[in-house]
C-alpha cells in the first residue's frame, strides 16, 4: 500500500475493485464506510458482484469478469480526452505518457462498452468523478490480481492513478489489500524467490556479497527460484521434496486434483501447521508449530506497519515456534543458527535489511513503525512516493486487454468465479474448528443470479452439479441477486465442495498467480 489505512477518511473520491471489503476486510470497510458517511467521499465500487459497499457508493460498475484492463483504459480514455489528467504532475514525475496516450486511444466508451458490457454513460461519468474529486484512493484485492492478466491489471491501475496526480499525496495512492495477516511481512523478508530481505536482488552482486559475509558462507546462489505455482507441477520432477508451512494448497491451488497428484508422487513432503490440514494428511513428515497467540515477534500488515506479536499462552504438545523448528533442521543439516528469542531475528533483519534498519523492538513495544524506516530516528514512512518514485519517476505502462484464458461456451455456458466468505478464512484451517462460526456459515454455497436459475429451473438452497473441464462436484445453491447474469460465485473454504477441483491453474506469465477468478463450467441438477 502507498498509504495508511486510515488515509481513506482524507480521501475525497474512492474507487474499490476486486475487493467484497466488508466481507474480507472488515475494519478497512469501516474506514470506507466512515469516509462517505462522515466526510462526504464519492465511492465508486467496480465489481461483477453487488456487495454490501453498493448500497452506499455513487457509481457501481458491473463489468464481465477477467475484462479490468479495458475498463480502466476506458476510463483513461475519457479522462484524456476531456484534459481532466494532472498534466503538470505528469510532465514533472512521470514518463511514458505519450505512449500510454496512444494505447488508450482506441478505448472509446462504445469499444470499452462492448467488451465490458458497462453502459457507455457510466464509464464516462466515473471516469470524471474520479479525475475531478480527487485526493482519489484506489483500492483491490485479488479480484484484480487473481488473473492472467493480473499484473496488467494492477499496473493499469497505477497508471489510473498517476493519471490523476494522486500517487504521493496524502488521501490517494494505489493500495492492495492483503489476504492474511503476514503476507507483507512475508515479502519483506525474502519470502519471494528472486530476492533477499527487503527486496535485495538474489542476483545482484553486492546483496550477495553482503548476505554471504553476514551468514559465514562462500557464496550464495545468483539463480532464481521457483513460485509456489511453479513448485508443484514440477513435484515429483525436478523438485524432489517439498517443505510447506502454514498453507493448504490441496484446497487453495487451482485444479486441484492435479495438485494431488504432483504432491502425492513427491519422494519426500514435509508439512508444519498448527491443524492437520487436507495437505498435512499427504505428508511423510507433520511437525506442529505454534499459533500466533502462542510465541513472539511481528507481523508487517497490510499498510506496511511492522506489529509486534507477544505470547499469551504456552503451545500444547510438543508443538514449536516455527522459526526453532527450522533452527533446529538447520543445525542437523550442518549449519548452526542460534537465536535465544524472536528479537535476535529482529536484530539480524535492522543490519541486512535498509527499509527496516530503523524497526527495533525497543521502538515498537507500544505502537508500530511503517517502512522503509531506515535508522534508529527515523519515524517510518506513512505514505509513500512524495516527493519521487522509488526509481526517479513513475512509468507509464502501454497495456492491451487481453481476454481470459478459459471463456463462456457451448459446452460450459457458466463462468465460474471464487473468493470468501466473511465467516471463514481462507482453507478453513482455523475457521471451521469451531462451533460458533460453522453455525454462522455451516455448509459451501453456490450463488446463482436469481434469472439464471430460473431458467435453469435451480431452486434456491437445491443442490446442483458444477462441472468443468477438470473436474466436477455437488454443492448447494444459494440464489440471488448478487451474483451477475451468467456467473456462480462459491468460496474456497470447504473442503467437502472444493472449488478448486474446477478452477484453472494458467498461470499469469509475470507473477504466476492462478486465474481463479475465471473459468468455464457447466451447472446440471443433481440427482
Given at each position: 500500500?502507498?498509504?495508511?489505512?486510515?488515509?481513506?477518511?482524507?480521501?475525497?473520491?474512492?474507487?474499490?475493485?476486486?475487493?467484497?471489503?466488508?466481507?474480507?476486510?472488515?475494519?478497512?470497510?469501516?474506514?470506507?464506510?466512515?469516509?462517505?458517511?462522515?466526510?462526504?467521499?464519492?465511492?465508486?465500487?467496480?465489481?461483477?458482484?453487488?456487495?454490501?459497499?453498493?448500497?452506499?457508493?455513487?457509481?457501481?460498475?458491473?463489468?464481465?469478469?477477467?475484462?479490468?484492463?479495458?475498463?480502466?483504459?476506458?476510463?483513461?480514455?475519457?479522462?484524456?480526452?476531456?484534459?481532466?489528467?494532472?498534466?503538470?504532475?505528469?510532465?514533472?514525475?512521470?514518463?511514458?505518457?505519450?505512449?500510454?496516450?496512444?494505447?488508450?486511444?482506441?478505448?472509446?466508451?462504445?469499444?470499452?462498452?462492448?467488451?465490458?458490457?458497462?453502459?457507455?454513460?457510466?464509464?464516462?461519468?466515473?471516469?470524471?468523478?474520479?479525475?475531478?474529486?480527487?485526493?482519489?484512493?484506489?483500492?483491490?484485492?485479488?479480484?484484480?490480481?487473481?488473473?492472467?492478466?493480473?499484473?496488467d491489471n494492477v499496473k493499469?491501475?497505477?497508471?489510473?492513478?498517476?493519471?490523476?496526480?494522486?500517487?504521493?499525496?496524502?488521501?490517494?495512492?494505489?493500495?492492495?489489500?492483503?489476504?492474511?495477516?503476514?503476507?507483507?511481512?512475508?515479502?519483506?523478508?525474502?519470502?519471494?524467490?528472486?530476492?533477499?530481505?527487503?527486496?535485495?536482488?538474489?542476483?545482484?552482486?553486492?546483496?550477495?556479497?553482503?548476505?554471504?559475509?553476514?551468514?559465514?558462507?562462500?557464496?550464495?546462489?545468483?539463480?532464481?527460484?521457483?513460485?509456489?505455482?511453479?513448485?508443484?507441477?514440477?513435484?515429483?520432477?525436478?523438485?524432489?521434496?517439498?517443505?510447506?508451512?502454514?498453507?493448504?494448497?490441496?484446497?487453495?491451488?487451482?485444479?486441484?486434483?492435479?495438485?494431488?497428484?504432483?504432491?502425492?508422487?513427491?519422494?519426500?513432503?514435509?508439512?508444519?501447521?498448527?491443524?492437520?490440514?487436507?495437505?498435512?494428511?499427504?505428508?511423510?513428515?507433520?511437525?506442529?508449530s505454534t499459533c500466533f497467540?502462542?510465541?513472539?515477534?511481528?507481523?508487517?500488515?497490510?499498510?506496511?506497519?511492522?506489529?509486534?506479536?507477544?505470547?499469551?499462552?504456552?503451545?500444547?504438545?510438543?508443538?514449536?515456534?516455527?522459526?526453532?523448528?527450522?533452527?533446529?533442521?538447520?543445525?542437523?543439516?550442518?549449519?548452526?543458527?542460534?537465536?535465544?528469542?524472536?528479537?535476535?531475528?529482529?536484530?539480524?533483519?535492522?543490519?541486512?535489511?535498509?527499509?527496516?534498519?530503523?524497526?527495533?523492538?525497543?521502538?515498537?513495544?507500544?505502537?508500530?513503525?511503517?517502512?522503509?524506516?531506515?535508522?534508529?530516528?527515523?519515524?517510518?514512512?506513512?505514505?509513500?512516493?512524495?516527493?519521487?518514485?522509488?526509481?526517479?519517476k513513475g512509468t507509464f505502462?502501454?497495456?492491451?486487454?487481453?481476454?481470459?484464458?478459459?471463456?463462456?461456451?457451448?459446452?460450459?455456458?457458466?463462468?465460474?468465479?471464487?473468493?470468501?466468505?466473511?465467516?471463514?478464512?481462507?482453507?478453513?484451517?482455523?475457521?471451521?474448528?469451531?462451533?460458533?462460526?460453522?453455525?454462522?456459515?455451516?455448509?459451501?454455497?453456490?450463488?446463482?443470479?436469481?434469472?439464471?436459475?430460473?431458467?435453469?429451473?435451480?431452486?434456491?438452497?437445491?443442490?446442483?452439479?458444477?462441472?468443468?473441464?477438470?473436474?466436477?462436484?455437488?454443492?448447494?445453491?444459494?440464489?440471488?441477486?448478487?451474483?451477475?447474469?451468467?456467473?456462480?460465485?462459491?468460496?474456497?473454504?470447504?473442503?467437502?465442495?472444493?472449488?478448486?477441483?474446477?478452477?484453472?491453474?494458467?498461470?499469469?506469465?509475470?507473477?504466476?498467480?492462478?486465474?481463479?477468478?475465471?473459468?468455464?463450467?457447466?451447472?446440471?441438477?443433481?440427482?
Amino acid at each position: 500500500m502507498t498509504n495508511p489505512l486510515q488515509d481513506v477518511l482524507k480521501s475525497k473520491v474512492i474507487l474499490i475493485t476486486g475487493t467484497n471489503t466488508t466481507a474480507n476486510h472488515p475494519i478497512i470497510a469501516n474506514y470506507i464506510y466512515e469516509a462517505v458517511q462522515k466526510h462526504g467521499a464519492k465511492l465508486i465500487v467496480v465489481d461483477p458482484r453487488k456487495i454490501k459497499l453498493v448500497d452506499v457508493c455513487h457509481m457501481w460498475l458491473r463489468p464481465k469478469l477477467g475484462t479490468d484492463v479495458a475498463w480502466i483504459n476506458g476510463l483513461m480514455h475519457v479522462i484524456i480526452k476531456e484534459n481532466l489528467q494532472a498534466q503538470s504532475y505528469i510532465d514533472e514525475r512521470t514518463t511514458g505518457f505519450e505512449d500510454l496516450k496512444a494505447a488508450v486511444a482506441r478505448y472509446t466508451p462504445e469499444f470499452v462498452s462492448d467488451i465490458t458490457g458497462l453502459p457507455v454513460k457510466d464509464i464516462i461519468e466515473t471516469a470524471r468523478l474520479f479525475a475531478n474529486e480527487g485526493p482519489g484512493s484506489i483500492l483491490y484485492a485479488m479480484g484484480i490480481t487473481q488473473h492472467t492478466s493480473g499484473t496488467d491489471n494492477v499496473k493499469s491501475l497505477g497508471a489510473l492513478s498517476m493519471l490523476c496526480g494522486y500517487v504521493g499525496v496524502d488521501g490517494g495512492g494505489v493500495n492492495p489489500l492483503r489476504g492474511q495477516n503476514n503476507v507483507q511481512g512475508a515479502c519483506d523478508m525474502g519470502g519471494l524467490p528472486n530476492v533477499f530481505t527487503g527486496y535485495q536482488p538474489v542476483n545482484d552482486i553486492g546483496a550477495q556479497e553482503k548476505f554471504s559475509k553476514a551468514w559465514n558462507v562462500d557464496a550464495l546462489s545468483s539463480k532464481v527460484g521457483m513460485t509456489v505455482t511453479e513448485m508443484i507441477p514440477a513435484a515429483g520432477k525436478s523438485v524432489k521434496a517439498l517443505f510447506i508451512m502454514g498453507e493448504n494448497p490441496i484446497l487453495s491451488d487451482a485444479d486441484g486434483h492435479h495438485v494431488e497428484k504432483c504432491l502425492t508422487s513427491l519422494d519426500f513432503m514435509v508439512v508444519q501447521d498448527i491443524f492437520m490440514t487436507e495437505t498435512a494428511k499427504l505428508a511423510d513428515v507433520i511437525l506442529p508449530s505454534t499459533c500466533f497467540a502462542e510465541k513472539e515477534g511481528t507481523f508487517t500488515n497490510t499498510e506496511r506497519k511492522v506489529l509486534r506479536v507477544r505470547k499469551a499462552i504456552d503451545p500444547p504438545g510438543v508443538a514449536r515456534e516455527d522459526y526453532r523448528i527450522i533452527c533446529e533442521i538447520s543445525e542437523r543439516m550442518g549449519y548452526p543458527m542460534n537465536y535465544a528469542h524472536a528479537s535476535e531475528v529482529m536484530t539480524e533483519v535492522n543490519k541486512l535489511t535498509p527499509s527496516y534498519g530503523g524497526v527495533l523492538y525497543s521502538r515498537i513495544e507500544t505502537t508500530g513503525l511503517v517502512w522503509p524506516c531506515p535508522t534508529p530516528d527515523h519515524p517510518g514512512t506513512p505514505v509513500l512516493h512524495t516527493k519521487a518514485f522509488t526509481k526517479g519517476k513513475g512509468t507509464f505502462f502501454a497495456i492491451e486487454y487481453r481476454a481470459p484464458a478459459e471463456l463462456a461456451d457451448a459446452e460450459y455456458p457458466t463462468l465460474l468465479t471464487t473468493g470468501r466468505v466473511h465467516q471463514h478464512y481462507h482453507t478453513g484451517t482455523m475457521t471451521r474448528k469451531g462451533s460458533a462460526l460453522n453455525r454462522l456459515y455451516p455448509e459451501p454455497l453456490a450463488e446463482i443470479n436469481a434469472e439464471d436459475a430460473k431458467i435453469m429451473n435451480i431452486a434456491d438452497g437445491s443442490y446442483v452439479n458444477i462441472i468443468s473441464r477438470r473436474g466436477r462436484l455437488k454443492v448447494k445453491t444459494a440464489v440471488s441477486e448478487m451474483t451477475d447474469r451468467g456467473v456462480v460465485f462459491m468460496p474456497f473454504h470447504f473442503y467437502e465442495a472444493a472449488v478448486n477441483v474446477l478452477t484453472n491453474g494458467v498461470l499469469d506469465p509475470v507473477s504466476k498467480i492462478p486465474e481463479f477468478k475465471v473459468c468455464a463450467v457447466r451447472i446440471e441438477k443433481a440427482a
